[in-house]
């Protein structure tokens, strides 16, 4: 993420900070589908974090195929499309762990079963009524050399690693 600009970072980072929730798409053999994540409390840089557990579908979803995309809906509308990998790392599950997963895990960060997906933010789309609108517009045609007026009230982002 070091090429990506601070502004498009900053930008990210308050479009998705007041969503809880955000809808993680996986690729299944049947096609794709989507689940209800909690966001987690950090600030995005680039990566998105999120626990689960080895025994679900998503953990072997994404071991087959790592293109994932996360959807966050709040005050705007964002679209995250990126890799997505499994992270067992001790030390960065207990960063990221809080009493919020206790409760929803029923577990510890230290159990083994626990383990953390990292999404790698590829390219961000964005609908928004608010503030941020006219920003986006620049940062979409100082990075593509093409108008954003052409588009249908949203812009993309491309995020380059």
């Known amino acids: ?21 955000a809808m993680l798409t996986t690729v299944t053999e049947e096609g794709l589908v989507s689940r209800p994540m909690k966001t987690q409390e950090v600030e995005f840089d680039g990566d998105l974090w999120f626990f689960t557990k080895k025994e679900t579908s998503k953990y072997e979803e994404i071991i087959h195929d790592q293109d994932v995309n ?15 990998e499994i992270v067992e790392d001790l030390a960065k599950k207990k960063e990221l762990w809080s009493k919020a997963y206790e409760t929803i895990m029923q577990t510890s960060y230290d159990d083994p079963n626990v383990v953390l997906i990292k999404v790698k933010a590829e390219a961000a789309e964005y609908w928004d009524t608010g503030n941020f609108t006219k920003q986006i517009a620049f940062f979409y045609k100082r ?8 588009t249908d009230g949203n812009e993309t982002v491309e995020l380059n690693n």
Do not use: F, H, P
């Open 1 to 21: 993420m070091a090429n990506m600009k601070q502004e498009e970072m900053d930008t990210l980072r308050e479009l998705i900070k007041e969503v809880d929730t």
């Open 70 to 84: 996360v959807a966050y809906a709040g005050k705007s509308y964002v679209s995250v499309r990126g890799r997505a």
């Open 143 to 150: 990075m593509t050399g093409q108008s954003a007026e052409s």
